[in-house]
Each structure stands twice: as C-alpha cells, then as structure tokens.
C-alpha cells in the first residue's frame, strides 16, 4: 500500500460564461495538456488510470466515460466516470493509488453550462418523481426553504448571507480566473431582484464553463516528478437522504460527516486552529456560513457574524474563499470543487499572485453537488 499521495499536475482552462467557439473536449484536451506539462510527466503513457467527473442528465449523454478517453490520452486505459464533484473524484484517485495497484491517476471535470438551455427542467429529474416532480417548480425553492430554515434556527441574518456575496466578489477582483467580481455592497445584495425568498439574485451562482485536470502520484513518484507536492492529508464523502421529506434539515450532515472522515485521516482535532485557509461551496450565500458551521470552523450560528466582522477576509482569523469562491468564478458543476482545489494548490505552491496568503501549509476544500442533492465532499491538503 503507498505510503502517501500527492497532487503534482493541474491544468485548466479559464472559467467563461460563453464558450461557443470550443466543445467540452477542446477545453479537457487543453486542460489535460497543461496538467501533464506541470506533473513533468514525459507521457500520457505512464498514466495508469482514469477518472472522469460528470452527471449523464447534464451532459446530455449516457455512459459519458466514453467521450472522454481520447482527449486526456486514456484510450484501452482503466477509466470510469463518477456522478458527482471532481473532490469525489480526488478521492477515488487518491484510494486507487492508496491501494499500490496505481502509482499515477488522472482525473478530469468540466462544465459546458453554456449548452444546457433548460438546466432547472433537468434539475428537477433529481427530486422525488412523487412528491416533489409533480409540483414542477424551479428547483432552487429548495435553497429558499433551507435558508429559512437556517436563518431561523441560527439566528443568522440576511444582512451576514449578504456579506459573503460582498467578501466573495470583492475577492474574485484579484483573481484573474473570476467571471463576476465586483465591488458591493450590502444593501445592493438585499435589494436585488428576489428570488426564492429569502434569496436574491446576487445571492445565487451563475454558471459558466470550463475545464480542469488533475494528476495525482504515490509519494516515490512524486517527489521524483515535482519539486513541489501538493499532500493529500485526508478525504471524505457523504451522500445523505435523496428526499426532501427524510433528510435531516436542522443540521449540514453532508458537510458534517465528510469532514469528520477528512479529519480523522489527517489527524486534525481543531480545524479553526490547525487550517490555515478553506474553501468552501457557496452556491448560495447561506451555504458558506451553513459549510462552515457544518464543519466545526466556527459554533452554530456564530459564522455570519464572523462574516460581517471581516474574520473570513484573507486577512482575517480564517479566510474562506479567497479565490472569489463560485459567487465570484462562477458554478462549473461537477468541476466547480475542482477550481477550489486549484485555488489551494496555487496558495500552497506560493503561485497565487496578489492574493498569496502568508499563513500557506494546510488547507480545505468542500464540495457540495447542488440542489437538489445532501451529498458533498471533502479534501485536507499540505504542503507537507
């Protein structure tokens, strides 16, 4: 069994709201070929395996595995797609190698949001067929329910959701991946046309498209390919009840679960204190609060307050989402986990410009698969 695993090569391609130029496998072509080139790797033959991260209904295509080996060199190569996040994928590469079975594994996520023209429609297969489907309402109502739900039980304010929209995308200004940086304030967060209430607009993600890989070695090989290995510290993943009615509402289980798993194979006991940074899912304002109190960063219902201190702010006690997080870059579906591991491993590597953090040894990222799922995932990360 190898003693330890490593990220060595990511490639990417900048996120975009529109990429009408470029298919999905232009962009994991483009993306596959930077990583390979960061991982010093001389050949895509060296690969042992493979891992693809998307959803069928999404992609508009069935056993999507099959549309994927030719652009990231994986033809008569063990591979295999997951129906989730590229953290779960992280995960899978990260067993495979665990096992000694694998010594090199790649894995792959990309959005082409732009192409799907009735995503709430497809989200919507995903909720109960009896209860739920039926109603034919915009999926996101569900967000709304639950940030009633957690502004009531909390005692977290709008005004504190808020100010994870203006601390992310005041972020994103300084990240020259982000789509929808800016400069705001609370009260234009508040009175943006609302949605599903409490929600505004600015408090939801847009989608845009883009693609990321990911090489991931055992330690021999890593050590010998990169000067710079990213550690895989600890992983975990939880995919709670598929149904409105039987999930668990007054806590984040998903979020909860995933990082006990992470902790315990990292060895963390207080994350507050022995993470430097984190990056967390904020597909809508209150889940980056609700994460991050799922997580046992910050007490229940003390995260928002923490927010509107300034105490997630890169200069503040626990930044979160320095990258702009997916309120700034934008939502890639199954690759948006993914462009939270990139924002760690250009943190960590000491590559991330203006924005370089000076506290840069461990880190974590959290995944969330969306509405209308209770399933997320987990990864620690260090330099050493």
């Known amino acids: 069994m190898a003693d330890k695993v490593a990220i060595i090569g990511v490639g990417y391609t900048p996120p975009r709201p529109l990429t009408p130029d470029v298919s999905y496998k232009e962009m994991t072509y483009e993306a596959a070929v930077k990583s390979y080139h960061d991982a010093n790797l001389s050949s895509h033959k060296d690969i042992d395996g493979f891992v693809t991260c998307a959803e069928d209904l999404l992609e508009g295509t069935s056993i999507f595995d099959e549309y994927t080996p030719d652009q990231l060199g994986a033809v008569q190569k063990p591979m295999h797609t997951i129906s989730g996040d590229a953290l779960y994928g992280i995960a899978t590469a990260y067993m495979k190698i665990k096992t000694g079975l694998m010594n090199i594994v790649v894995v792959e996520a990309h959005s082409k949001a732009s192409n799907i023209k ?3 429609h497809i989200l919507n297969y995903a909720v109960d067929p009896i209860l739920n489907r039926p109603l034919n309402l915009h999926p996101y109502y569900i967000a709304g329910l639950e940030m009633q739900s957690f502004l009531a039980q909390t005692k977290t304010t709008p005004e504190q959701c808020a100010s994870v929209v203006v601390k992310n995308k005041k972020n994103a200004l300084r990240n020259d991946l982000s789509c929808f940086g800016a400069n705001l304030t609370l009260q234009e967060v508040l009175n ?33 390919l990169h000067k710079k290995p990213i550690w895989v510290k600890g992983c975990g993943w ?21 990082s006990k798993m992470a902790y315990k194979q990292a060895g963390i006991k207080n994350p507050r204190t022995q993470i430097d940074f984190f990056e967390v899912d904020d597909t809508f304002s209150y889940k980056e609060l609700q ?29 979160v989402n320095v990258s702009g997080g997916s309120l700034g870059i934008g939502s890639l579906l199954e690759a948006s986990g993914g462009f939270r591991i990139l924002e760690i491993i250009k943190q960590l ?19 969330w698969r969306g509405i209308p799922t209770a399933s997320g995932a987990c990864v620690i990360l260090a330099t050493k």
């Open 192 to 224: 943006s046309a609302q949605t599903f209430s409490p929600l505004t607009k600015l408090q939801t993600v847009d989608h845009v498209d883009g693609a990321i890989v990911f090489v991931l070695a055992s330690e021999k090989t890593a050590k010998k």
């Open 291 to 319: 994460h991050l109190e799922a997580i046992g960063v910050y007490k229940k219902g003390t995260a928002g307050e923490a927010c509107l201190k300034g105490d997630l702010n890169p200069t503040g006690k626990t930044p």
């Open 349 to 367: 590597r000491g590559e991330a410009g203006v924005r370089q953090l000076k506290k840069n040894k461990t880190a974590l990222a959290l995944a």
């Open 118 to 120: 009735t995503l709430p």
């Open 238 to 258: 939880i995919s709670d009840s598929p149904t409105l009615e039987t999930r668990n509402w007054d806590e984040c289980d998903y979020a909860k679960l995933s």
